[in-house]
């Protein structure tokens, strides 16, 4: 059976203070691996997708990281806004998302 | 662009009772998903349509859950004979095909079953 399990289930950031959320995962025939966003009452919203170990894509503050096994976000000298529920998916169709982490990034 | 639009935003709804909730994706988007999320969970996949066919309704809960999509556009989900354990957030994404591209989500429906 396909899964996704993300860690740390919460984690609480100084502002300035980077970190790493980790996404292990185990699917078989993946097709991608993919980060979300999600604020409170919002749907999610997508950031990134990976389709290779090896791979690294990044926006802004924000890198991921692909390997055979797991998946990375890391997170460089967050801000506030940055303060979020963090998803990442992974497999063919459907989709499985892992329960997310909750980052708060204090001020 | 606009993004993919999900009605009602808020549902309160009676036990017993049946509901509707409609998406509307991006335009061009020919895959179409529903998920729930419950509180503290991640999210269940229900369903999704590539076109207008659901190859796969393995993720539906129950019987009383259908849906269906017309002109490869907008997608219903009908609940019927609501129960309490129904109430969670019902989210509908798209994406452009259905392999190797990027899910757009929609800002959900909440239900709430009394």
């Known amino acids: 059976e396909d899964q996704v399990t993300q860690s740390p289930e919460a984690l609480r950031l100084q502002e300035g203070e980077s970190s790493s959320l980790n996404c292990s995962y185990t699917v078989s025939g993946l097709r991608g691996l993919f980060w979300y966003r999600q604020d409170p009452g919002k749907g999610p919203e997508f950031l990134f997708t990976?389709?290779?170990a090896g791979e690294e894509k990044e926006k802004e503050r924000l890198k991921a990281t692909l390997t055979k096994k797991e998946s990375f976000l890391h997170i460089t000298a967050p801000k506030p806004e940055d303060s979020a529920t963090y998803l990442c998916a992974a497999g063919n169709t459907p989709l499985v998302f892992g329960k997310g982490t909750r980052l708060s990034v204090i001020a | 662009g606009a993004g993919v639009s999900q009605s009602p935003s808020n549902k309160v709804t009676e036990k017993g009772k049946d509901v509707e909730l409609r998406c509307d994706p991006i335009?061009?988007?020919?895959?179409l998903y529903w998920y729930r999320q419950s509180l503290g969970q991640g999210l269940e996949f229900l369903i999704y349509?590539?076109?207008?066919?659901?190859?796969?309704k393995s993720g539906l809960p129950s019987d009383r859950f259908s849906a269906e999509r017309t002109g490869g556009s907008v997608s219903t989900l009908t609940i019927q004979r609501t129960q309490q354990e129904d109430s969670a957030v019902y989210l509908c994404a798209s994406s452009q095909l259905l392999l190797r591209y990027e899910q757009y989500f929609g800002p959900g429906t909440r239900l709430t079953v009394t």
């Open positions: 335009s061009g988007h020919t895959a």
């Open positions: 349509f590539q076109g207008n066919s659901a190859p796969d």
């Open positions: 990976l389709y290779s």
